[in-house]
Structures are given as structure tokens and as C-alpha cells.
């Protein structure tokens, strides 16, 4: 049985303490962007349904899952194609999976995912003033 240098412990919990830390730093982003995607998509639902929406932790799930999907699309694929295959995948989950039962078809998914493309444009472009101006 061989020792186990002390340097390739040090690097191995430095590699361990850096993975962490930006795992750290990516899911606080991670979970701003599916809070703000959350608010824009039940906007724009209870915009095109015409009343209020009720199913918060569906379009919570859908904007999870739109989001990991564009993540991974983005990381693989070209900028054009990824935005195509993130549309694509929530026009997809809009219309079989929200809007479904009310009647709208493709039309009123695609004028759902829009709607939700501008109301996070918004929300975003918010956020982004907000950073500029700390509280201290």
C-alpha cells in the first residue's frame, strides 16, 4: 500500500473548496434566473389564459426545466441554434403541459413564450439596474 502524498491531498480539497465555490456562485444565479423566468412565464399564462393561473409550482417545474434545457443547449451548440431548440422546448412545455387545458393551441403557446421572452427581458434589465446601485 502506497502513501498518499501530502500535495495531492492539498490539491485535491483546493479542487474540492474552487468546484464548490463556483458551484456556489453558479446556483445563486441559477435560482435568480428561475425565479425571474417563474414571475415572467405566470404573467404572461394569466395574460393569455385571461384569469388568474393558479398552478405556481407548474410553471415553477416548466421554468426549471426550460432553463437546464437552455443551459445544456447553450453549452454544446451554436448561439442560433441553442435560442431555436430553448424556444422549440418552451413552446413545447407550454402547450402540452400549462396551457392545455384551456383551449389556446400553438398559437396562444407561442404568444405565451413571447410574452414570458419579454416580461423576462424586463425583469432582467431591473435586476441589472439594481446591481448598479448597491444599498451601501
Avoid at 50 to 57: D, P, S, T, V
Avoid at 101 to 119: E, K, P, R, V
Wanted: charged share 10%.
Amino acid at each position: 500500500m502506497s502513501r498518499i502524498s501530502l500535495r495531492v491531498v492539498a490539491y485535491f480539497f483546493g479542487a474540492l473548496a474552487l468546484a464548490i465555490y463556483g458551484f456556489i456562485a453558479y446556483s445563486v444565479v441559477f435560482v435568480v434566473n428561475a425565479v425571474a423566468m417563474t414571475i415572467a412565464l405566470y404573467v404572461a399564462i394569466s395574460v393569455v389564459v385571461g384569469r388568474e393561473f393558479k398552478k405556481l409550482l407548474n410553471v415553477f417545474i416548466i421554468s426549471f426545466l426550460v432553463i437546464i434545457t437552455s443551459e445544456l443547449c447553450f453549452s454544446y451548440f451554436q448561439n442560433f441554434i441553442a435560442f431555436c431548440i430553448s424556444l422549440f422546448v418552451l413552446l413545447v412545455m407550454i402547450r402540452y403541459s400549462l396551457i392545455k387545458d384551456h383551449d389556446s393551441g400553438w398559437f396562444g403557446a407561442l404568444c405565451t413564450g413571447l410574452m414570458t421572452l419579454i416580461f423576462l427581458l424586463l425583469i432582467e434589465i431591473i435586476l441589472a439596474i439594481a446591481q448598479l446601485f448597491p444599498l451601501s
